[in-house]
């Protein structure tokens, strides 16, 4: 829409200039002359709002809001006032259309970037299943199920990293998805960031953790072909019972941290706390020495440390658990800090609650809004992050976003409640659907 409307200066004088005024590539502009190049009003109509001005002298006015400035404006009629509120209306929610299918991960200034994947894989979620079972099984130690040493596995744990052939695969979906989730490498669909999960773990890594004292021990692991009785005897006293795992000083059980339990600092754990062996990072990877397991997690999630965060794990830590010292951060939180999504996705499928909160009432996805991560409040929501949880402050997320003026993730928030009311008031399909965002827009 393009035409005439007279515009208030912000001046102390308040004056009012008309201008011809138009909306492009989500913009509103306005020209002085003919040949004058146009003049910016709003940047984004994605981060604005706008609304009648009943109350101002002058009749049929609207006000243009966004997070840096507002800008008032008159029409010359009612007619003309309803027709401009509707069309900015309508750029806003044009605008949502156009959002991009798919939004990069940016990589933390202090932070390498994490291992990059193909683009080929198009915008409908994931890669085709012949690339996701080559890649897996192409990883060292993956060419062989876990357990039993099957050939040519077409099943993985997503969670644990690892894969499995089929008569194993049954054995873990028995535990339930607290102990290990069950996919198939060929038959279902696979988002890139569990296939980047699946690569940055493996075999190999697992069993360092989870196997480390079979030998010691002089236990036998079950053949191919064994029975499933010896199948799951093995798969429950490995992962169930962990009787494999390096044990704690003294052969005492390990422990269960309290979510709510005071925190340790790093280098200043309790008596009796060691740092858990076993994974393939280098010796100056492992973290400080004597970690609870519950900090050693919160300190390899912090330093994008996924071999360790399995070897914590496996050892007991809670993926919940909180630093009563730190504000109440979470092993999450500091993932989000790192911006890592892997780090996040790893917590998340193996049981970490995607909207527990710090001591200031900021959850994960109020802290990737503020710190703008992008791919990470794109997975939050996708996880079922809480988009309306408000911090502290009595701000949710898309207040904070709008306060940052950060376009995208405004859109992604905006379409999330759009989304919400929707399904509130029994309609289906979804944001993404409706406004032809394809699953790759979610495929962070």
Same mark, same amino acid.
């Given at each position: 829409?393009?035409?005439?409307?007279?515009?208030?200066?912000?001046?102390?004088?308040?004056? %009012?200039?008309?201008?011809?005024?138009?909306?492009?590539?989500?913009?509103?502009?306005?020209?002085?002359?003919?040949?004058?190049?146009?003049?910016?009003?709003?940047?984004?109509?994605?981060?604005?709002?706008? +609304?009648?001005?009943?109350?101002?002298?002058?009749?049929?006015?609207?006000?243009?809001?966004?997070?840096?400035?507002?800008?008032?404006?008159?029409?010359?009629?009612?007619?003309?006032?309803?027709? %401009?509120?509707?069309?900015?209306?309508?750029?806003?929610?044009?605008?949502? +259309?156009?959002?991009?299918?798919?939004?990069?991960?940016?990589?933390?200034?202090?932070?390498? =970037?994490?291992?990059?994947?193909?683009?080929? %894989?198009? *915008?409908?979620?994931?890669?085709?299943?012949?690339?996701?079972?080559?890649?897996?099984?192409?990883? /060292?130690?993956?060419?062989?199920?876990?357990?039993?040493?099957?050939?040519?596995?077409?099943?993985?744990?997503?969670?644990?990293?690892?894969?499995?052939?089929?008569?194993?695969?049954?054995?873990?979906?028995?535990?339930?998805?607290?102990?290990? +989730?069950?996919?198939?490498?060929?038959?279902?669909?696979?988002?890139? /960031?569990?296939?980047?999960?699946?690569?940055?773990?493996?075999?190999?890594?697992?069993?360092?953790?989870?196997?480390?004292?079979?030998?010691?021990?002089?236990?036998?692991? =079950?053949?191919?072909?064994?029975?499933?009785?010896?199948?799951?005897?093995?798969?429950?006293?490995?992962?169930?019972?962990?009787?494999? *795992?390096?044990?704690?000083?003294?052969?005492?059980?390990?422990?269960?941290?309290?979510?709510?339990? =005071?925190?340790?600092?790093?280098?200043?754990?309790?008596?009796?706390?060691?740092?858990?062996?076993?994974?393939?990072?280098?010796?100056?990877?492992?973290?400080?020495?004597?970690?609870?397991?519950?900090?050693?997690?919160?300190?390899?999630?912090?330093?994008?440390?996924?071999?360790?965060?399995?070897?914590?794990?496996?050892?007991?830590?809670?993926?919940?658990?909180?630093?009563?010292? /730190?504000?109440?951060?979470?092993?999450?939180?500091?993932?989000?800090?790192?911006?890592?999504?892997?780090?996040?996705?790893?917590?998340?499928?193996?049981?970490?609650?995607?909207?527990?909160?710090?001591?200031?009432?900021?959850? =994960?996805?109020?802290?990737?809004?503020?710190?703008?991560?992008?791919?990470?409040?794109?997975?939050?929501? +996708?996880?079922?992050?809480?988009?309306?949880?408000?911090?502290?402050?009595?701000?949710?997320?898309?207040?904070?976003?709008?306060?940052?003026?950060?376009?995208?993730?405004?859109?992604?928030?905006?379409?999330?409640?759009?989304?919400?009311?929707?399904?509130?008031?029994?309609?289906?399909?979804?944001?993404?659907?409706?406004?032809?965002?394809?699953?790759?827009?979610?495929?962070?």
């Amino acid at each position: 829409m393009e035409g005439y409307l007279y515009k208030r200066a912000s001046n102390a004088f308040r004056t %009012w200039s008309r201008r011809w005024f138009s909306i492009q590539s989500n913009q509103l502009v306005y020209l002085k002359r003919a040949r004058d190049p146009p003049t910016v009003v709003v940047e984004d109509l994605r981060l604005c709002t706008v +609304k009648p001005c009943p109350d101002l002298e002058r009749r049929f006015c609207f006000e243009v809001v966004s997070p840096s400035k507002s800008c008032v404006l008159q029409a010359d009629s009612a007619g003309q006032q309803r027709a %401009w509120l509707s069309a900015v209306q309508s750029s806003i929610a044009s605008a949502f +259309k156009r959002v991009p299918k798919h939004y990069p991960t940016p990589a933390s200034p202090q932070q390498p =970037p994490e291992r990059s994947w193909s683009g080929s %894989w198009g *915008v409908r979620g994931g890669p085709p299943e012949s690339q996701v079972l080559e890649t897996v099984l192409g990883l /060292e130690g993956n060419g062989s199920c876990c357990d039993c040493r099957e050939p040519a596995p077409a099943w993985a744990s997503v969670n644990l990293g690892i894969t499995l052939c089929i008569e194993c695969s049954g054995i873990h979906r028995s535990l339930g998805v607290h102990f290990s +989730k069950v996919r198939s490498l060929t038959l279902d669909s696979w988002e890139p /960031e569990l296939v980047k999960l699946m690569c940055e773990l493996g075999n190999s890594t697992l069993n360092r953790i989870y196997e480390a004292r079979v030998e010691e021990m002089g236990v036998k692991r =079950p053949p191919p072909g064994c029975s499933r009785a010896q199948r799951e005897d093995w798969i429950r006293a490995k992962y169930v019972e962990k009787k494999f *795992v390096t044990q704690l000083p003294g052969g005492g059980p390990r422990p269960r941290p309290s979510r709510a339990g =005071p925190a340790s600092r790093p280098g200043s754990a309790p008596r009796g706390c060691h740092t858990p062996g076993g994974g393939r990072d280098p010796p100056e990877a492992e973290g400080p020495p004597n970690l609870h397991p519950g900090a050693l997690l919160y300190w390899a999630a912090q330093h994008r440390r996924l071999p360790t965060m399995a070897d914590a794990l496996a050892h007991g830590a809670d993926p919940g658990w909180v630093n009563a010292a /730190e504000d109440n951060r979470t092993p999450l939180l500091q993932a989000v800090a790192a911006n890592s999504l892997l780090a996040c996705e790893f917590l998340l499928q193996n049981g970490a609650s995607v909207n527990q909160s710090d001591s200031r009432g900021r959850g =994960p996805l109020h802290h990737a809004t503020v710190l703008g991560h992008t791919g990470l409040a794109c997975l939050f929501l +996708k996880r079922g992050a809480d988009v309306n949880a408000v911090d502290a402050e009595g701000k949710d997320p898309l207040t904070i976003a709008i306060e940052l003026a950060n376009a995208d993730i405004v859109t992604l928030l905006r379409l999330a409640k759009m989304r919400e009311l929707e399904a509130a008031q029994g309609q289906t399909g979804g944001f993404g659907g409706a406004l032809g965002v394809g699953e790759g827009f979610w495929g962070v």
